[in-house]
């Protein structure tokens, strides 16, 4: 029997090609299954096909947590009661069938050629060079400022997700976790004494 720190003989290790996340794991993008901490169900997810040095391989995928779906059926169990004796309360079930259906159907899609929006209007997609800047909003949400000067909501991602963001767009988008390079060491501040 191995040790709980060694992989299993029929398991790959950790650096061998194949590893981590199975073909099942994966969604219909081609982007590997989240990795990371858990987070709850209003918590944004980031699918992030990567490699270890930082690099992306293919779009990054930024949707609403799976887990919203439990809450929705916690949901539809206490409207049960209410919905099978009101009469035609059977059609309050298309409010969880409608939540669900949105749950699935936002995200934000963002690879280095473009980012793709998927939220209450239809689909759009919004090259890099069209994008001047990000706007912080309320409640941790973000928005990208287009040259029109329209903003454009982007779905799922919030400020933490930031430097990812920043990494997926190629360079044109500043990463806000680093230190800008300006060719000189940083000076410590002054003490006050």
């Known amino acids: 029997m191995p040790s709980p720190a060694e992989p299993a003989a029929d398991e790959p290790a950790a650096d061998e090609p194949g590893a981590g996340a199975g073909a099942a794991d994966e969604d219909a993008t081609g982007g590997a ?24 391989s293919g779009p990054i995928v930024f949707r609403i947590s799976p887990l919203a779906v439990l809450a929705v059926v916690a949901f539809t169990v206490c409207l049960s009661p209410v919905a099978l004796t009101a009469p035609y309360g059977g059609l309050l079930f298309l409010i969880p069938l409608g939540l669900v259906g949105w749950v699935l159907w936002v995200r934000t899609t963002v690879d280095t050629e473009s980012l793709a929006v998927r939220g209450a209007g239809r689909p759009t997609r919004v090259a890099w060079s069209e994008v001047t800047a990000l706007r912080l909003r309320t409640r941790s949400r973000v928005s990208a400022v287009l040259t029109s000067g329209a903003e454009l ?26 230190a ?14």
């Open 33 to 56: 299954a989240d990795e990371g901490p858990d987070e709850g169900p209003d918590e944004g997810a980031a699918d992030v096909p990567g490699h270890a040095d930082g690099t992306i």
């Open 180 to 193: 800008p390079t300006t060719g000189r060491p940083a000076q410590p501040a002054p003490r006050k004494e």
């Open 153 to 178: 909501p982007l779905p799922a991602v919030h400020v933490r997700d930031l430097p990812l963001l920043a990494m997926a767009s190629g360079g044109r988008l500043p990463d806000p976790g680093r």
